[in-house]
């Protein structure tokens, strides 16, 4: 234990990690599961596998996933322009990035919703074409998918900084094409920064409320996500029935993470023995 | 050193007796259509508290979701009046916390109600689609605007407008059920709160018609200006009650129960019922009320104790999980 540490005082500083996880994340969560517990088995299980809770599920995990694969494909388009090019107003464009972290949620609802609803720019096109988008699953996704944007350019983004131009040109002198340069030089090194903001930008997604009840319509068994099942338990003044479903979603979501931190340790194992 | 410790006893007994003489501040918890309604009120009430006792009031105002804010107060949050949308969130305040008794209703006029309101249609210029009755919003193609009843009280008072009238038109509480199910099939969106469903209305154009509060309407209208909307009056609505009430154990707290007390007292008195009924509030005093008939067309107007035996047991029955409403919507 005699190795230099740029942080003295191990004991000290596990001890504060310790503490502050205890006080801001451990508690309040087992606040939350004592507070369920308090149904009983047999309640508990009648609330969170009821059908409408089910399909609740289904919709809240789906949207966000599908928002989190979306932002997961256009977020690395996005930060390799970023990163790759230069362009005149560049920098307006790397801080729009960070506009849905600023923006209060509700307002980023209403602002899809004016624009994906029946009169809306977007909306009275997309609906004479035949497509929903407003009050349907769609616009769940494009509320979710607009809130979790920066997730996962802001993670990409760095190591894409950090890989030197000089390893293309290598990878392109060896007689390796443009396709090839990507699958096998680029991506493998851009993996776990895609694979964080990925898990990041879908944790986000399955706790928002705020936007996706004005876009959503709120329709049981067919646009109603967990958050607002858990709202509407409130609404009844049925705090244990909330926070039921709040451990639902929180052994869903830790389950998902833990899958795609799985997948990240795995795809580091593979890159540092390949 | 006599003369310093003389400043020092000085400089603490000021220190010590001014909490004493601070303005007192009374804190006011409401829910969201109120707030022109207190701001105009408050405003009132402070002048006429500084001239009868010369002491200068601090009135602090909060607004949000009707359920949101009873739970604030359920929480901790020390509101010495509340002046909410349902007798049934203050209950849950009475039965949580146990800091007002059980029958506060009983404690003020109109079951504490200093003024009401009730639900009226708001449709588009001109009545397109000629809607004149409960009974035109159930035909096929009709859009009904109408928030979700499990997460807004407003919501909830359209709701049992509608019941009434089936009830009473139909005689039986299957024919009720049967109505408001095919009511609510007519709703394409349904939105958190009242405030969202006027958006839905008025903004995205959504719907043909909006079930509302009488004052919302007012207010949507004179402040979209008239010719864009009408109101539509039906012939049966629900009396809504917005009660109010002292929370005393936090007043005595405070040491403000006079001034909460005097605070719902004076909203009963014609002055405080002019400015309700300015704010498009139905006033419950018969003189005012006379002075304003022109905004408030009689309607036939039923109560949810007559109707549904009080609000507990309207709560219990249709909105609760399992209750009336949910068996509208079915998985598929």
């Known amino acids: 234990m005699s190795r230099n540490r740029v942080i003295p005082g191990f004991g000290l500083s596990l001890g504060y990690a310790t503490l502050y996880t205890s006080l801001i994340v451990f508690i309040p969560l087992a606040a939350l599961a004592a507070s369920g517990i308090s149904l009983g088995a047999e309640t508990f299980w009648a609330v969170v596998s009821h059908p409408q809770a089910v399909a609740s599920y289904t919709l809240s995990f789906g949207a966000s996933l599908v928002a989190a694969l979306i932002n997961l494909i256009f977020g690395l388009l996005v930060a390799w322009v970023l990163v790759r090019y230069t362009f005149p107003g560049k920098r307006i464009a790397d801080a729009l990035v960070d506009l849905p972290f600023a923006l209060p949620t509700a307002v980023a609802g209403i602002a899809l919703t004016a624009l994906y609803g029946r009169n809306g720019w977007f909306g009275q096109h997309l609906e004479s074409w035949g497509f929903k988008v407003a009050y349907a699953p769609a616009g769940i996704v494009v509320a979710l998918t607009f809130i979790g944007l920066p997730f996962v350019v802001r993670t990409v983004q760095p190591v894409l900084e950090g890989l030197e131009r000089e390893l293309e040109e290598a990878a392109a002198s060896l007689g390796a094409n443009r396709w090839q340069t990507f699958r096998r030089v680029l991506l493998p090194a851009l993996v776990p920064a895609l694979l964080t903001g990925f898990a990041l930008s879908f944790a986000r997604a399955v706790g928002e409320y705020g936007s996706v009840v004005f876009i959503s319509g709120n329709m049981p068994y067919r646009t109603e996500i967990t958050p607002l099942l858990i709202y509407s338990k409130l609404e009844q003044y049925d705090y244990a029935g909330a926070s039921a479903l709040g451990m639902m979603m929180l052994v869903f979501s830790f389950v998902l993470l833990l899958a795609i931190n799985g997948l990240q340790y795995w795809s580091l194992r593979r890159r540092g023995g390949g | 050193m006599k003369f310093t410790r003389f400043f020092v ?269 300015e704010n498009y509030y139905r006033p419950t005093d018969p003189e005012v009320a006379r002075e304003y008939a022109d905004l408030f067309p009689e309607v036939n107007l039923i109560t949810v104790d007559s109707a549904f035996g009080g609000w507990r047991e309207a709560q219990k029955t249709h909105f609760n999980d399992g209750g009336v409403f949910d068996h509208i919507y079915q998985p598929r």
């Open chain 2, 9 to 277: 006893v000085a400089a603490l007994g000021l220190a010590l007796s001014s909490p004493a003489l601070a303005d007192r501040e009374i804190l006011n918890v409401s829910y969201d259509p109120t707030r022109e309604l207190y701001e105009a009120f408050n405003k009132d009430f402070i002048k006429h508290w500084q001239e009868e006792t010369g002491e200068t009031l601090v009135v602090r105002q909060s607004h949000g979701g009707a359920g949101k804010q009873t739970r604030a107060v359920i929480d901790g949050l020390e509101a010495d009046v509340v002046t909410l949308a349902l007798a049934y969130d203050i209950d849950a305040i009475a039965e949580k916390t146990g800091k007002i008794p059980a029958d506060w209703q009983k404690r003020l006029p109109n079951n504490s109600a200093p003024y009401t309101s009730t639900i009226v249609f708001l449709v588009r210029k001109g009545n397109p689609k000629g809607l004149t009755d409960w009974d035109d919003l159930v035909k096929p193609g009709i859009e009904v605007i109408t928030p979700n009843p499990k997460t807004s009280g407003g919501a909830r008072w359209n709701y049992l407008a509608a019941w009434a009238y089936a009830k009473q038109k139909y005689g039986s509480e299957d024919a009720a059920r049967d109505f408001i199910t095919k009511l609510y099939q007519q709703v394409p969106v349904l939105d958190s709160g009242a405030r969202g469903a006027t958006t839905t209305f008025v903004q995205r154009g959504i719907g043909d018609v909006l079930l509302a509060w009488e004052n919302e309407a007012l207010l949507a209208i004179n402040e979209l200006g008239k010719g864009e909307f009408e109101i539509v009056v039906p012939s049966v609505s629900i009396l809504a009650e917005p009660p109010v009430t002292v929370i005393d154990k936090n007043a005595e707290k405070h040491g403000t129960t006079d001034v909460a007390k005097a605070y719902l007292a004076y909203l009963y008195t014609p002055v405080g019922q002019k400015l309700a009924a």
